[in-house]
């Protein structure tokens, strides 16, 4: 009788034991699934929301979200170097971060315009722009000098504080506050620091620090940057990459072209573009293309040289002009 009672008892046991895996895998499986796209049709155009990675009706939300093409994994691939002892933002810049950036922009199109192959292509080209301009990889770095983008936040040693009195009455500069480069494309001037602090409702032009105490707020006035143009009637880095851009007369005659070449002069001009193969053009080019290898895309779907270099390209702001760009 007694052994009767024992198998009875061990019999219950296994079965409580089984039940408890069968329901941790359901609850594993239903938070590690996304929840359903949500499908409206609004004047014969499919809108969609899709989790809270891409949560505004919009056409480009019935597209793969960022994070369904570019993981975890992916980014660390990218930004191998960043956390090593010798970089200069460790623990700072994180894939969660840039995530939840893009969630105020995948709505827009960013990364999620097109197909999925498009769709890699731009974030490898926005993170290209990134990774050289926060790198601190040079020829003989552990890894190669392409491994190290995300090892600054800012500035090291700023050579002014990057004040402009010709905004003082639109972006006046706060007494004693410095705008030396911050981010991920690092922004320089009090009138840039302004009008980024105002497009994403956060004062950066009282406190620009702010940008290198919080990396996804870093990633958002980045992602602004590629997403907006300098000025109206001019073709955002987004547009220029994608295709949504089509240039002018005065455009084709600048050597300006919808790719890669042209969100180097969107954003950098001068400083830039139109000097020739120089050394800082090539370096930009050089991450992206080394981006859409670890992506698995490959280089060779880049496009041909014309579309990735701006070499010949004349500045669509020369930086004798004010505001002319947000980086150096």
């Not at 994070?67 to 933002?89: G, I, M, W």
């Not at 295709?243 to 005659?253: A, I, V």
Request: glycine residues 8%; hydrophobic residues 35%.
């Amino acid at each position: 009788m007694a052994t009767l009672k024992m198998k009875i008892l061990g019999f219950m046991v296994i079965m409580l034991s089984i039940s408890a895996i069968a329901k941790g895998d359901e609850s594993e499986n239903e938070s590690s699934s996304k929840p359903p796209t949500l499908v409206k049709m609004v004047k014969g155009k499919k809108l969609c929301v899709k989790d809270w990675e891409c949560n505004v009706l919009s056409r480009f939300c019935c597209n793969l979200t960022i994070s369904d093409f570019f993981e975890t994994y992916q980014f660390e691939n990218l930004f191998s170097k960043r956390n090593s002892p010798v970089a200069h933002a460790v623990g700072f810049w994180d894939y969660k971060s840039f995530i939840i950036a893009s969630s105020l922009f995948q709505p827009l199109g960013f990364g999620t315009t097109g197909g999925k192959q498009m769709q890699m292509k731009e974030i490898a080209a926005f993170l290209g722009h990134v990774g050289s301009k926060t790198s601190c990889g040079y020829g003989v770095a552990t890894g190669g000098p392409l491994a190290w983008g995300l090892c600054y936040n800012k500035e090291m040693s700023p050579s002014q504080d990057y004040c402009d009195d010709y905004f003082k009455l639109t972006y006046p500069c706060s007494p004693g506050v410095q705008y030396y480069g911050r981010g991920a494309l690092p922004i320089y001037w009090n009138y840039n620091y302004g009008k980024i602090g105002e497009a994403l409702k956060v004062d950066l032009l009282n406190h620009p620090e702010y940008i290198e105490q919080n990396a996804t707020l870093a990633f958002q006035a980045a992602i602004w940057q590629w997403m907006n143009p300098v000025k109206k009637g001019q073709p955002s880095a987004h547009d220029a990459f994608v295709g949504n851009w089509k240039p002018t007369k005065n455009d084709t005659l600048s050597k300006r072209v919808p790719g890669f070449g042209t969100t180097m002069n969107i954003l950098y001009n001068d400083n830039v573009c139109n000097q020739g193969d120089i050394d800082s053009m090539n370096n930009i080019i050089s991450h992206y293309l080394y981006y859409l290898d670890l992506m698995g895309i490959g280089r060779e779907e880049a496009g041909p040289h014309e579309l990735l270099t701006c070499a010949e390209q004349k500045p669509f702001n020369p930086s004798s002009s004010p505001a002319s760009s947000s980086s150096s």
